[in-house]
């Protein structure tokens, strides 16, 4: 059982649009920065949203991340089938004193 | 460009100790501001966060893994390793090793490597 809670999986097809959501709590999400992580098919993690909104250099503008309260969300617009990954939110608890993940959402692109 | 590169036993038998070591090369961990993670990903599941140590050996661990884990650093290698004691076959897992922040952002992964436990 993740600290964090994502929808296990989302879809939608190319062009469109689609949210991600990652629920928490006051000692992770509410109380600190947010980090969104694509893992295309048998690769490694990498990171798509630090800070809650800034996306690392190389990152499309199609990509974007917001955070309200102990919530957080990941958007991404003009969906391409290479999007077709899963997605990880990730940040720090200040109670377990431990960075925690959420379960993960598989993105398909239909 | 910073790079990171895992090595260690693929196959380890249960109840003995897991013991991976990651390369940091493109930069020093001495020299750093950032911690330094291990990560695992047990095949078809999510991401667990493990642990992670900062040049100076302060360490974070997972409270569900505390009893079993240390993560330690070699500044003059450039490498920091991780090693579990005690696995069982719930440990095996494509294991990562990460840069990491103050916000527990993680900028920069190593490829994984499989290590199987075997009962």
């Known amino acids: 059982q993740s600290v964090l809670t994502q929808p296990p999986s989302v879809s939608a097809a190319p062009g469109q649009k689609v949210t991600i959501s990652c629920s928490g709590g006051?000692?992770?999400?509410?109380?600190?920065?947010v980090s969104w992580y694509q893992q295309l098919p048998g690769t490694a993690p990498k990171l798509l949203i630090y800070?809650?909104?800034k996306r690392p250099s190389g990152i499309p503008d199609r990509f974007s991340g917001s955070k309200s309260g102990t919530s957080a969300t990941l958007g991404i617009t003009g969906l391409q089938t290479g999007d077709e990954a899963d997605y990880y939110c990730?940040?720090?608890?200040?109670?377990?004193?431990?960075?925690?993940f959420g379960g993960g959402t598989r993105l398909t692109v239909l | 460009q910073l790079q990171l590169e895992e090595s260690g036993p693929g196959l380890v038998k249960a109840s003995e100790t897991l013991s991976l070591t990651c390369s940091v090369s493109?930069?020093?961990?001495?020299?750093?501001?950032?911690?330094w993670a291990w990560i695992r990903q047990p095949p078809g599941k999510g991401l667990e966060w493990i642990g992670s140590?900062?040049?100076?050996?302060?360490?974070y661990y997972n409270p569900s893994l505390k009893s079993r884990v240390s993560i330690s650093v070699d500044t003059s290698k450039d490498q920091f390793s991780l090693n579990l004691i005690s696995v069982t076959t719930a440990d095996t897992a494509v294991y990562y090793c990460?840069?990491?922040?103050?916000?527990?952002?993680?900028?920069?992964w190593g490829q994984g490597t499989l290590v199987t436990v075997s009962s």
């Open positions: 990460a840069r990491e922040d103050s916000n527990a952002l993680k900028d920069s």
């Open positions: 493109g930069g020093s961990i001495s020299g750093s501001t950032y911690y």
């Open positions: 140590i900062y040049n100076s050996g302060t360490t």
């Open positions: 006051s000692s992770n999400i509410w109380s600190n920065y």
């Open positions: 800070d809650n909104n």
């Open positions: 990730g940040t720090w608890d200040t109670s377990l004193s431990a960075a925690v």
